[in-house]
């Protein structure tokens, strides 16, 4: 068979498959509409899938036409878009058709990548595993479709006993992570989007939802057009698109929203004006032991009114530059029980050196207040990418965590994951391994200091460009002998430029896929086209490996009954070779993979409903219970009347409650400086983050035309100020300097957004432009998430020469 | 109170009289425009600040007119559909859109920063110096450049800078349909695209578009007529069993 046989076998057997899977939806033609009859006459078909991007989990209807994609629609009937999309959404078909797009196997030779076969692939990464099992590590991604990453989780922890998997949404939610489970003892919000049409008043914590989050972001302002009255208020570093919106700007120095946070829950207590019932009802208290982490212990709220004692108005405005009025403003919307307050954030409070404690203060002010558990009155924490929540954090792919929110340093947990997979005792492997930037630095490590780790497999992400201090943490590795980067990607990014193994992917509608977004909503779509050339996707590559694994012998690659721990059998019990791409759609992997992961996620009342039911829904939000045979979703978590695991007369009632009491914590966590703060060498605040043209490393957006075009270059924001002190004009080029490096970048003033005074803003999607060159490596101690918001940097003008500019 | 009045209006009284002989006695010459010396000696009346504006946005409304080269209006509304026309908004408007119902770019420079004021011309359309600034074809929403971008504002770009990536898109999008088909010749064409976020015919139909007029341009009410797409309008399929036919016993 060669190659076109091949192309042509897997495209009829996608066919068949998707047409079989998809049963009794197939018919979505009307065939008494004339118009549809020239649109299917021209060949178009329509189907869903949710939007390739961001967290938000719009829907989009995808328009294919001989194999390929041809229009987007917004998707009428998805409840988080209702047929709108952003800039992106409505170009994310555009994605797939870049003139670099990787269609074969390469393997670094010398200075050059030459092809080689997908066999010879698969055989080079086992034998890297095979050469030190140890030494392999997995980073994976929150664009892992919930298959790919749980795929990759077992075969990291139950297949090699091998803990070292972690994703890159350590590098953006982890502390939501830390900032939930330490709050309400399990992970991701108990809200969702409905809040967004039942607030009165929306904090905006250091976000900027109109670039990021547009969808969101115009469900609470298109109220204003139909006449409804909502209270916008921007708690932020810099003036964004979102503060040409907002009713107040409230505009604090870096690092001191931990002290803002302290102001508004001092005020509540000093002015007695906090929710005594719901305290007395459903808040515990809680510190930090000795010094940062996860669990803490009980204190009391004496010793809680003790320590936010200090953050008086006026004090706050010292730290924070905040005036004392507008915290009281503050405080006081949170006094009034008829409010309803919700608060977003996203990267501002995650990355950041007390990104743990940033969420859990969030946390707090609703609890303090009771504004929690009513429709539009709670905290409700963003994520950037597409299944962050539904992979990252639900199926768990981090380097601590099984699927189901279990934890490998639980016996239990390990059992009963052991029971799931079917494997024999023991085989999980107890002790957390390598989270993100500890193992990027061990791989950037000689093995001869202490870096064990010699082999990365990089899934789905990008971390040449995307790690903070990438000359530390990425560049070294490169020129270690002994170390071996595998990259599976769709474009030549930076990382896979760097890569000795490189392994084209299919992307979104090329494969079947599942992910979730940030309101645990779990979204299911089918493939609709086939990938160009020998582009596989990535769920199969890992099974592949694992396959290569088991035929050379591989004990892990075996479950108890010695069958292979990724075995699919057919209707008639007969396995399917899924390893070999020719059978991968002669099964719906994706469902095999997604029941069996399914399983785990009732352990935590994280249930998930089987795979049909979102075949038929625009995703659904876990729990998803069975209750008189109907998928019923749940939209606010441990309410009463709205959970079905909250016991009736609660009203509300954290049932992962970590004090045993069905109580959520409020943490004392005070304000701590920055670890790099600017000082007369390094004047300015470096801020770095994303716009809304492009998507993270931009190796998608920056292949779309009407995008590229519209945000074609990265630049750093500078105040008019500061401009004119340091004689810089807009479009001026400029040299960035840190601690860590320099880069020259054009100069914008009162461009996109406007900083103030000794503040600077780049966008990170440019690779022309790595601006993660300059940023800090410090992380949260608890959550290990790098700031990425701040460090110290300066600005040297660079001598304008004729013709610099255009 | 009642004593500090009429020291409050003898006060007033005072003021205003100051005020009234400190006007009359301004000599008159200074309320115009002093002549300055220039570089050559020779004296030049300043331009007034009236002027100087003009002058700022006559540049600014050529620039801005240049951009929208490909917007200029018919000249006259009662012609009949003219084929040239009509190749050139379809080609117009494949320029500004990735496929048929892709949001358009915006040709022209936009405010990156605040809340756009887009509905100042766009909310009726408008025609200025024989260029058309379209009607929005969908209901209000805040939010407008969260769907429609503009590469005529943007960042400074660095000149010399190279692409690091293939710049080339293999992208080939659904092209606008040329006419929805009739049941019968006569009858009246349906719409051939979808009609949600195109809810307003005239933004494209209308008197102020160009080579989209329809034949009949006093008509107002065009879905009287023409039907939408159920389909392409992604209206939910219902539930219900079709209708029974007519049963006619004995037959």
């Known amino acids: ?806 | 109170m009642r004593r500090a009045a009429p020291v409050l209006l003898a006060g007033v009284a005072v003021v205003a009289a100051i005020g009234f002989f400190t006007g009359t006695a301004r000599p008159a010459e200074l309320r115009g425009y002093l002549p300055v010396a220039d570089d050559d000696g020779a004296l030049r009346t300043a331009p007034t600040q009236r002027d100087m504006e003009a002058a700022r946005y006559a540049e600014r409304r050529a620039g801005q007119l240049a951009a929208l080269e490909g917007m200029a209006a018919i000249e006259n509304a009662d012609a009949p559909r003219d084929p040239a026309a009509y190749a050139a908004t379809i080609a117009q408007r494949q320029g500004t859109r990735a496929y048929d119902g892709a949001p358009p770019t915006v040709p022209h420079a936009v405010d990156q920063h605040g809340a756009p004021a887009c509905l100042a011309c766009h909310a009726e359309g408008l025609t200025v110096d024989g260029r058309v600034a379209p009607m929005m074809s969908h209901a209000r929403f805040e939010s407008c450049l969260q769907c429609h971008t503009t590469s005529s504002s943007g960042p400074p770009r660095t000149a010399g800078l190279a692409p690091s990536m293939s710049e080339v898109s293999s992208f080939v999008g659904l092209r606008d349909p040329e006419h929805g088909t009739r049941a019968w010749p006569g009858a009246p064409p349906t719409m051939p695209h979808r009609s949600f976020m195109r809810e307003q015919c005239q933004s494209c139909h209308g008197a102020r578009a160009r080579g989209l007029l329809p034949g009949h341009p006093w008509r107002e009410s065009c879905s009287q007529c023409h039907a939408p797409s159920g389909t392409l309008d992604q209206q939910p399929r219902g539930t219900l069993a079709p209708l029974q036919g007519l049963r006619v016993e004995g037959r």
Request: proline fraction near 6%; include cysteine.
């Open chain 1, 1 to 806: 068979m060669d190659r076109r046989d091949f192309l042509k076998a897997s495209a009829l057997s996608a066919a068949a498959a998707s047409v079989l899977a998809r049963g009794a939806s197939a018919d979505d033609t009307d065939p008494l509409d004339p118009a549809v009859r020239e649109q299917v006459g021209s060949g178009v078909t329509w189907d869903k899938a949710p939007c390739r991007f961001c967290g938000t989990g719009c829907h989009v209807q995808v328009g294919v036409r001989n194999d390929r994609v041809v229009a987007i629609a917004g998707d009428r009937q998805a409840p988080v878009n209702r047929g709108l999309l952003c800039v992106k959404g409505y170009h994310v078909g555009l994605a797939l058709y870049g003139g670099d797009r990787l269609t074969r196997p390469m393997l670094k030779r010398g200075d050059t990548h030459v092809p080689i076969s997908w066999d010879e692939a698969l055989g080079i990464i086992a034998d890297r595993i095979e050469g030190n099992p140890a030494g392999f590590a997995f980073y994976g991604s929150g664009q892992w479709t919930i298959p790919e990453g749980y795929a990759a989780q077992k075969f990291m922890k139950g297949g090699l006993s091998n803990n070292h998997i972690d994703p890159n949404a350590r590098l953006c939610m982890a502390s939501a992570v830390t900032g939930f489970i330490s709050t309400y003892g399990v992970d991701e919000p108990a809200s969702c989007f409905d809040d967004l049409e039942a607030a009165k008043v929306v904090l905006i914590w250091g976000n900027n939802p109109a670039e990021m989050h547009p969808i969101l972001f115009s469900r609470m302002v298109d109220r204003r057009g139909r006449g409804e009255a909502l209270r916008l208020i921007d708690i932020g570093t810099r003036r964004t698109r979102t503060t040409g919106f907002a009713d107040d700007y409230l505009e604090f120095r870096p690092q001191s929203d931990l002290a803002i946070l302290n102001g508004i829950l001092h005020l509540l207590i000093a002015e007695d004006t906090y929710d005594h019932d719901f305290v007395e009802r459903h808040v515990a208290f809680r510190r930090e032991e000795s010094g940062p982490d996860l669990m803490g212990i009980a204190t009391d709220f004496d010793t809680f009114r003790a320590s936010v004692a200090e953050y008086t108005p006026e004090r706050v405005q010292e730290i924070s530059g905040v005036p004392a009025a507008k915290i009281r403003m503050l405080a006081r919307l949170f006094a009034d029980r008829e409010q309803r307050i919700t608060s977003l954030w996203c990267m501002g409070p995650n990355q950041h050196t007390r990104g743990t404690g940033v969420n859990r203060l969030l946390h707090a002010i609703h609890l303090l207040s009771g504004h929690w558990g009513r429709p539009g009155d709670g905290p409700q924490s963003l994520t950037g990418q597409p299944s962050a929540c539904g992979t990252a954090r639900e199926v768990g792919t981090l380097s601590h965590a099984l699927p189901g929110g279990l934890v490998v340093a639980n016996p239990a947990h390990r059992e009963h994951a052991e029971e799931i997979w079917n494997l024999p005792a023991g085989r999980v492997n107890g002790t957390p391994g390598a989270h993100t930037v500890e193992m990027w630095r061990r791989f950037s490590t000689p093995a001869s200091d202490g870096g064990d780790i010699d082999t990365i497999w990089v899934q789905v992400t990008n971390p040449a460009h995307s790690l903070p201090n990438v000359d530390k943490l990425f560049t070294p590795s490169r020129g270690i002998p002994g170390k071996f980067l595998i990259v599976s990607d769709v474009y030549p990014t930076a990382t896979a430029r760097a890569a000795d193994l490189i392994l084209p992917s299919a992307m979104w509608v090329e494969k079947n896929g599942m992910v979730g977004n940030s309101e645990r909503r779990t979204q299911q779509w089918f493939k609709m086209v086939n990938p160009p050339g020998e582009a596989r996707d990535d769920a199969w590559q890992t099974i592949a490996v694992a396959r290569k694994l088991f035929d050379r012998g591989h004990q892990g690659m075996r479950d108890k009954d010695a069958n292979f721990i990724f075995r699919v059998n057919d209707a008639a019990g007969a396995e399917v070779p899924i390893w070999d791409y020719r059978h991968y759609y002669d099964v719906n992997v994706d469902e095999h993979l997604f029941e069996e992961y399914r399983r785990f996620t009732r352990y935590k009342h994280k249930d998930l409903a089987p795979y049909a039911e979102y075949v038929r829904a625009r995703g659904l939000r876990w729990p998803v219970v069975e209750q008189e045979g109907v998928w019923t979703e749940t939209r606010y978590r441990f309410v009463e009347g709205e959970d079905s695991y909250v016991e009736a007369g609660t009203g509300v009632q954290f049932y992962h409650s970590t004090s045993n009491d069905g109580r959520a914590q409020v943490w004392i966590q005070p304000y701590v400086a920055a670890p790099e703060e600017p000082d007369a060498e390094y004047p300015f605040w470096l801020c770095t983050g994303r716009v809304l043209e492009h998507w993270h490393t931009g190796s998608m957006t920056m292949r779309v035309p009407q995008l590229r075009r519209a945000m074609p270059e990265a630049y750093v924001e500078l105040n008019a100020t500061d401009a004119r002190r340091l004689g810089v004009e807009n479009g001026d080029l400029v040299r960035l300097e840190t601690r860590r490096g320099s880069m020259d970048i054009a100069a914008w003033i009162d461009g996109r957004g406007r900083p103030p005074e000794g503040s600077l803003f780049v966008p990170f999607f440019d690779e022309r432009r790595m601006v993660n060159q300059l940023t800090l490596d410090a992380h949260c101690p608890i959550s290990k998430q790098p700031d990425y918001k701040k460090c110290a940097a300066r600005v040297v003008c660079i001598p304008r020469q004729a013709g610099s500019r255009e």
